[in-house]
């Protein structure tokens, strides 16, 4: 279990107040990491800091605009200033709509890319940076199960996941041999706002959805962060540039 141990480590997670970037924050403080959380929402980064401390760990709310390259930086020099150091980047910013393809606007288009690929790009080069000079880090993306498949209802958002597993491999092909390990998680339908709401709004019910896998059922925030926790931690330190699909195993047309 000592591999797994995070105690005296800093952890930065995006999208940390609410789904799995909550879930996965959570699980890495009660392994022992001090956590700072970004998102550019402040009530639900409070909230959950609150959470953390609770376990006894650090924590610190970190509003931020993942999209803006400024602003990571921002977030990596405040992390230093406050923590000290910077031992893991769990990259959890993301999201988009899901429509047709015609509908979506050039506008549209720039954003979903931005926030689900630009801000993997900008954050990973800012964190990195402390990591190398110390010579150990690991940085989680979380990707889809939808830049694994074919999906014209999500077109924009599964091209710029399927972008973040090859920022992955690219990064961890620099960067591994210098300390710094790069892994993805591919994730199916777990039960996130961002998703259920989403489903809902489609007249979709969000278990019917989980059915569609092996387990039959949606998975947990914090399941997939178990599956950050092996990726931030030394249980993981042979395995670089890898994208886990995490989505419940496959279901009756072998997906």
């Known amino acids: 279990m000592s591999r797994f141990?995070?105690?005296?480590?800093?952890?930065?997670?995006?999208?940390?107040?609410?789904?799995?970037?909550?879930?996965?924050?959570?699980?890495?403080?009660?392994?022992?990491?001090d956590v700072v959380l970004a998102a550019r929402r402040p009530e639900p980064l409070e909230s959950t800091v609150n959470e953390i401390r609770a376990l006894g760990r650090r924590a610190l709310a970190v509003p931020t605009d993942v999209t803006d390259p400024?602003?990571?930086?921002?977030?990596?020099?405040?992390?230093?200033?406050?923590?000290?150091?910077?031992?893991?980047?769990?990259?959890?910013?993301?999201?988009?709509?899901?429509?047709?393809?015609?509908?979506?606007?050039?506008?549209?288009w720039h954003q979903v890319v931005a926030l689900n690929l630009g801000s993997v790009w900008f954050l990973s080069r800012c964190a990195a940076k402390p990591m190398l000079a110390q010579g150990k880090g690991a940085i989680v993306n979380i990707s889809s199960g939808a830049s694994l498949l074919s999906m014209p209802q999500a077109a924009p958002y599964a091209a710029s996941k399927a972008g973040v597993n090859s920022l992955t491999g690219s990064m961890a092909a620099a960067w591994t041999?210098?300390?710094?390990?790069?892994?993805?998680?591919?994730?199916?339908?777990?039960?996130?706002?961002?998703?259920?709401?989403?489903l809902e709004r489609l007249g979709i019910d969000p278990d019917s959805v989980g059915g569609t896998n092996a387990s039959g059922r949606l998975g947990e925030p914090d399941e997939i962060g178990h599956g950050v926790l092996f990726f931030?931690?030394?249980?993981?330190?042979?395995?670089?540039?890898?994208?886990?699909?995490?989505?419940?195993?496959?279901g009756p047309a072998g997906i």
Not at 18 to 26: D, E, K, P, V, Y
Not at 82 to 91: A, H, K, M, P, S
Not at 191 to 197: E, G, K, Q, S
Not at 232 to 250: E, I, K, N, V
């Open 5 to 33: 141990d995070l105690t005296g480590r800093v952890a930065v997670v995006t999208g940390g107040g609410t789904g799995i970037g909550r879930g996965a924050a959570l699980v890495l403080a009660e392994y022992g990491a």
């Open 70 to 108: 400024d602003r990571c930086q921002d977030l990596v020099d405040t992390t230093l200033g406050e923590l000290g150091r910077l031992d893991i980047l769990v990259n959890c910013a993301g999201g988009a709509e899901t429509k047709s393809l015609a509908q979506w606007t050039e506008e549209e």
């Open 177 to 198: 041999r210098k300390g710094v390990r790069v892994n993805a998680i591919a994730v199916g339908a777990v039960r996130a706002a961002t998703l259920v709401d989403d």
């Open 232 to 250: 931030a931690s030394d249980a993981s330190g042979f395995c670089s540039g890898q994208t886990l699909y995490m989505h419940g195993g496959p």
